[in-house]
């Protein structure tokens, strides 16, 4: 079974950014989709960015569009997203996943392997 590792989460000041990495702990992220989802205290988790390993256009939600990067460096087999002018209602835990749905979907359901996430917090 993958296990889906982030990092980089922290303490940020609005206006601050923040790089998230994710990595697999077994096998790699090819032939996969691999997306990044966000859950704010007392709020459903929601769709951030997701791409497919293999490259074209990603798939950015409206709200941070502009703002947050996905990206992956396959050598390395790691998943980033850059997050810059972060807000402090962007505060939350924000997931790493992976499906092999390919097109994929931007529904978590659609998502079958999670890491445990990673604490972004934003301070006014």
């Known amino acids: 079974q993958v296990r889906l590792v982030e990092s980089g989460g922290g303490l940020v000041q609005a206006g601050g950014s923040l790089r998230l990495s994710c990595a697999a702990s077994?096998?790699?992220?090819?032939?996969?989709?691999v997306g990044w989802f966000r859950r704010a205290p007392g709020k459903e988790r929601e769709f951030v960015a997701a791409?497919?390993?293999?490259?074209?256009?990603?798939t950015i939600a409206g709200a941070v569009k502009g703002r947050f990067t996905i990206s992956r460096d396959i050598g390395k087999s790691l998943l980033y997203l850059q997050m810059n002018s972060l807000k402090p209602e962007e505060t939350a835990v924000y997931y790493c996943?992976?499906?092999?749905?390919?097109?994929?979907?931007?529904?978590?359901?659609?998502?079958?392997?999670w890491g445990q996430g990673t604490q972004v917090t934003v301070s006014s």
């Open positions: 996943a992976r499906t092999n749905s390919i097109p994929y979907r931007t529904t978590e359901t659609d998502f079958d392997s």
């Open positions: 791409m497919s390993w293999s490259g074209g256009i990603p």
């Open positions: 077994v096998g790699t992220f090819s032939s996969y989709a």
